[in-house]
C-alpha cells in the first residue's frame, strides 16, 4: 500500500489536481523522540531502570525533545497517515460528500443530539441554544426535513440518520445518531413522494424517544383512524360536551353509490390545506367524484355541509392554552383558502375540554389542536385534530416555539432518565463493584468443590480398617489416628490421611475380599513382621504397576510354605501377610 501511494503522489498530473493545503501536514517537521538510553551494557541498562525511578513532570512542561532520524518507524506511520489523510479527502471532494463538521465552540463535548424535523426557514438550534438535559448536557440541534432523510435502524436500540446538506453548491451528507426527535412536519400525504411513515418505523424500530410519540404520529397518518377514536369519546362524553361533525367512510370507490342528503363534502385520502377536500350538490356529481376516487385508489370521507360563520382553532403546547378564530374574507368556503382574518379569543371551558380529550388520544399528545366550525345556525362541529405537525399560527408563534421547546426538554429527561437507569442493572464492569445484593449472593451461594485425592494410610491401619470393614462393610467407622500401630519402617500416618480414608467406604468395600469359608473372620492380634515399604501410588500412575504387585503377591515363596506347613502360627501369619498384599494390590487397581 506504502509503495503504491508513494507511486501515485509522485505522478504529477495527480499532485496538480490537489487542492491547496492538502500536503501542508507532511511539509511539517517531525516531532523529536526522547534520546537513546547511553548504558553501557544491557545489564547495567536494567540496573539503571531498577534503580532509578522516572522523574515526575509537570502536567504543563513536556520534556526537552530531541531529534528523531527521518527512517524511524514512528515517522513512517506518521507520513503513512498523513498520506491516507489526503487519498481520504480527494476521494471524498470527487465523490461530492462533505464530512460531518465539528461541533462549534460554543457546544461542551457533553452533550445529546436532538432531530428536528421541520422546514429550514424555522431554526430550531436558536429556540434551544443554553438549554440543559441531565444536568450539563447540551442539546445539539440537527435539523432536516422528511425528503432529505434516511436512516437505518438496529434492534439494539441504535439507528444511523444521514441527512442530505449543501455547502458552498456540493452536496454531502451528514451522519449521526439522534438521542430524541421532534417531529414537525406531516408523515404523511396523498400528494407525490411524501409518504414518510417509513421513517417513522424506523426511528420506532430503534426506540428514539419523540415529541410527540412515534406511535401517536403513526397512527395520525390516516385521519378516518383518528376520527373513529373521537368517536368514542363522543359516545362517552354525549354530543353535548363533545359535538362531533357527523362523517361516513367509504373503504374504496365501489361502495360510493348514494350518501344521506346533499350537499356533502366529500375528503379523498388524507390531504392537508384543503387538498382533496370537494363539494358536491347532487347524485351526478357524486358519483363523478366517485371516479376519481378510482383513481387515487384509496379511501375517502362525506361530510355534511356546514355553512360556517368561523372556524375555531384550539391548541395545546404542554401546559399552555391558546384558542383562535379565522373568518373567510373572500368569501370562499373553504375558510382557509384565499383571504381570511385572524384573531386570538377568549379560552373558555368548552375550549378546553375539546382539546385536552383529544389530546388523550394514541396514549397522549404533548403538542396538539383541535378544529371545529362555527356554523351560521349556531351549533359547534368538531371536524379534526392534529398532533406535533400542526402549523403555527397568530402572533405568537415565537412564545409557541419556545413552549414546544420546554416540552422537548421535559420529555428528553423523562427519557434519557429511564434510559440511563434501564442501563444501570446490568453486570459491572472491569472496575466496578459489585452492589450489595451481588455481594451477599455471591457470599451466601454454596461452592462446588471436587472431592479430595484418597490417599491410603501405612499397612498396620489398614488391618485395623479390614476388621471395621469385614464387620459393617457398608459403614465406615472413624478410627483415631492415635490408636493406630505404625509398623517398623513404614512412615507415620497422620491424622488427615487416616480420616480422609477412613471418610470414604467405597474404597474399603471394593479393596476387602470376602472371608473364606470355614476360616476365623476375626484375626488375634499378633506381631506383624517388617514388611517392606510400599512406595506411594500417583493418581496417574499405570495400573501395571498394581497388577504386577499383585503377581507378586501370589509367586511370594512365604506363600507356598505357609500352604505347606501343618498349620499353626506361620500358617495363620502367611496367610494375614498374603491377604493384606491382595488388598492392597486390589486397592491401588480401583484408587484411580
Known amino acids: 500500500i506504502m509503495n503504491f501511494l508513494r507511486r501515485r503522489l509522485s505522478d504529477s498530473s495527480f499532485m496538480s489536481n490537489l487542492p491547496n493545503g492538502y500536503m501542508s501536514d507532511l511539509q511539517r517537521p517531525e516531532p523529536p523522540a526522547p534520546p537513546p538510553p547511553t548504558a553501557s ?4 541498562q536494567g540496573e539503571a531502570t531498577s534503580a532509578a525511578p522516572a522523574p515526575a513532570q509537570s502536567p504543563t512542561k513536556a520534556p526537552a525533545p530531541a531529534q528523531v532520524p527521518a527512517s524511524s518507524p514512528a515517522s513512517q506511520d506518521r507520513s503513512f497517515s498523513s498520506i491516507t489523510n489526503v487519498v481520504k479527502q480527494t476521494a471524498a471532494s470527487a465523490a461530492g460528500f462533505v464530512e460531518q463538521s465539528a461541533p462549534s465552540s460554543s457546544l461542551s463535548k457533553k452533550f445529546k443530539v436532538l432531530l428536528v424535523i421541520d422546514e429550514p426557514q424555522h431554526e430550531w438550534a436558536k429556540v434551544f441554544r443554553g438549554k440543559k438535559v441531565l444536568g450539563d448536557y447540551d442539546i445539539k440541534v440537527e435539523q432536516a426535513e422528511f425528503c432529505d432523510i434516511n436512516l437505518i435502524a438496529h434492534s439494539n436500540g441504535t439507528v444511523n440518520v444521514d441527512v442530505q446538506v449543501i455547502r458552498s453548491g456540493i452536496k454531502g451528507v451528514r451522519s449521526f445518531r439522534p438521542d430524541f426527535v421532534l417531529v414537525r412536519q406531516h408523515a404523511f400525504s396523498m400528494a407525490q413522494n411524501e409518504d414518510f411513515r417509513n421513517l417513522i418505523i424506523g426511528l420506532q424500530y430503534a426506540g428514539i424517544p419523540s415529541v410527540n410519540s412515534l406511535d401517536s404520529i403513526y397512527n395520525l397518518c390516516d385521519k378516518p383512524w383518528a376520527f373513529s377514536q373521537l368517536i368514542n369519546y363522543q359516545k362517552r362524553l354525549g354530543a353535548d360536551k363533545f359535538p362531533l361533525i357527523n362523517q361516513t367512510f367509504y373503504p374504496n370507490y365501489k361502495d360510493m353509490i348514494t350518501t344521506p342528503s346533499f350537499p356533502v363534502v366529500v375528503k379523498i385520502g388524507h390531504a392537508h390545506s384543503g387538498m382533496g377536500k370537494v363539494r358536491v350538490d347532487n347524485v351526478s356529481d357524486f358519483q363523478d367524484i366517485a371516479s376519481v376516487v378510482a383513481i387515487t385508489q384509496t379511501y375517502c370521507t362525506t361530510e355534511p355541509f356546514v355553512d360556517a360563520k368561523y372556524d375555531i382553532r384550539v391548541q395545546k403546547i404542554g401546559a399552555d392554552y391558546k384558542a383562535y378564530m379565522r373568518t373567510s374574507i373572500s368569501g370562499n368556503w373553504k375558510s382557509n383558502t384565499g383571504s381570511a382574518m385572524l384573531e386570538q379569543v377568549a379560552m373558555t371551558d368548552k375550549y378546553k375540554t375539546w ?8 396514549g397522549g399528545l404533548d403538542i396538539c ?25 397568530g402572533d405568537h408563534q415565537a412564545e409557541d416555539r419556545q413552549l414546544i421547546s420546554d416540552v422537548v426538554v421535559v420529555k428528553m429527561n423523562q427519557a434519557l432518565a429511564r434510559r440511563s437507569s434501564s442501563a444501570s442493572p446490568q453486570k459491572p464492569g472491569p472496575g466496578q463493584k459489585p452492589s450489595p445484593v451481588q455481594k451477599s449472593a455471591s457470599v451466601t451461594k454454596p461452592s462446588v468443590q471436587r472431592p479430595p485425592p484418597v490417599t491410603r494410610a501405612p499397612s498396620v491401619t489398614k488391618s485395623t480398617q479390614d476388621s471395621a470393614s469385614s464387620s459393617a462393610p457398608s459403614k465406615a467407622v472413624p478410627q483415631s489416628p492415635a490408636k493406630a500401630t505404625v509398623a517398623p519402617g513404614s512412615p507415620p ?5 487416616s480420616a480422609t480414608t477412613t471418610e470414604q467406604p467405597k474404597h474399603q468395600t471394593q479393596g476387602s475380599p470376602l472371608a473364606a469359608p470355614g476360616k476365623p473372620k476375626d484375626l488375634p492380634p499378633k506381631p506383624t513382621p517388617p514388611a517392606k515399604p510400599i512406595p506411594p501410588v500417583r493418581r496417574n500412575s499405570n495400573k501395571s504397576q498394581s497388577l504386577t504387585n499383585a503377581f507378586n503377591a501370589f509367586s511370594d515363596s512365604s506363600f507356598f510354605r505357609g500352604v505347606s506347613s501343618s498349620g499353626g502360627d506361620g500358617q495363620e501369619e502367611a496367610k494375614a501377610e498374603t491377604i493384606r498384599n491382595l488388598r492392597k494390590s486390589f486397592a491401588s487397581l480401583f484408587s484411580d
Request: aromatic residues 4%; negative net charge; glycine residues 8%.
Open 369 to 393: 389542536a383541535v378544529k371545529a366550525i362555527c356554523g351560521k345556525d349556531g351549533n359547534d362541529y368538531i371536524i379534526e385534530v392534529v398532533g406535533s405537525s400542526m402549523q403555527l399560527i
Open 355 to 362: 382539546v385536552d380529550t383529544c389530546s388523550d388520544i394514541f
Open 41 to 44: 551494557s544491557p545489564s547495567q
Open 493 to 497: 500416618a497422620s491424622p488427615s490421611s
